[in-house]
């Protein structure tokens, strides 16, 4: 399973995200996977994660499913070893605006940078090999769940924050983050069921 492409921080995957807008008026999903690498699960569910966080871009309606719903297909062809990711068009032409896109990455620009100096490879053991499976499979249920935040208050932030911590935690080889996202992802979980049976 490809992981990172060789990305090593939040920073370079904004810059990435960045490029992908230039000379164009709306970015599509094609266009932001193009330029983080569609083989890579890291930097993808880095990606879905931080677009559902940052303001202007993960406040739009079904943004936080369609990224989930890109998690779950990569995820589930990565898994199969699949050596290229195959998405339906109506998914890679979904588009957005420049504006936002710019202004959603500069809101994130100052929290990547702080969180890229915390970042370093520790407890490896839990981003390679089983671990990295495990994580995937943590992944792909905090992707499932993304219809269900969209109607639960702050859920989907929390969503987003497991996913880009799993995304990062992979890049960076950061055993710690991943620990972190777990709790993150429980934590999550309990709120949306909590909702639910309430």
């Not at 993960?58 to 699949?82: A, H």
């Amino acid at each position: 399973m490809s992981t990172s492409n060789d990305l090593t921080n939040m920073e370079q995957l904004l810059d990435r995200i960045r490029s992908s807008a230039e000379d164009r008026d709306r970015v599509s999903v094609g266009d932001i996977l193009d330029a983080v690498g569609k083989r890579s699960f890291g930097p993808i569910v880095l990606v879905a994660g931080l677009i559902t966080l940052a303001p202007l871009i993960g406040d739009i309606p079904g943004i936080p499913t369609l990224l989930g719903l890109v998690v779950v297909l990569t995820l589930g062809q990565l898994m199969f070893r699949r050596r290229h990711i195959w998405l339906p068009n109506w998914i890679t032409a979904r588009n957005i605006q420049r504006d936002k896109l710019t202004k959603g990455l500069d809101w994130l620009h100052k929290p990547a940078r702080k969180l890229d100096k915390l970042t370093r490879p520790r407890l490896i053991f839990l981003v390679e090999g089983p671990g990295l499976y495990v994580m995937a499979a943590l992944c792909m249920a905090v992707a499932l769940a993304m219809p269900a935040m969209e109607v639960i208050p702050f859920s989907a932030n929390g969503g987003g924050l497991a996913l880009m911590a799993f995304g990062l935690a992979i890049i960076s080889g950061d055993g710690l983050v991943a620990l972190i996202a777990t709790i993150v992802t429980a934590g999550t979980g309990w709120v949306i069921f909590s909702n639910l049976l309430g």
